[in-house]
């Protein structure tokens, strides 16, 4: 049962450890991870990650079924 509901946006979570980590996602709350490329900051550090991987050029997920790279799972 998702019984924890973001105040700003009303998405709701199961976990109120979740709704923690959506909540920093906008904005205005500490933001520890900065990029020293860009200077674009995170508060998750997997977000934070995967922005490297973008400046890095890596594309660690392959397609199966066309073959091309992506740095992120949930581009394929």
Do not use: M
Request: aromatic share 6%.
């Amino acid at each position: 049962e998702r019984i924890h509901k973001c105040s700003e946006c009303g998405k709701s979570f199961c976990l109120n450890s979740s709704l923690a980590v959506h909540r920093r996602r906008h904005g205005g709350e500490n933001r520890p991870y900065k990029c020293a490329d860009c200077g674009k900051s995170f508060s998750v550090g997997s977000a934070f990650i995967q922005h490297r991987r973008a400046h890095a050029g890596a594309a660690p997920c392959r397609c199966g079924a066309c073959g091309k790279s992506f740095g992120s799972s949930s581009a394929l």
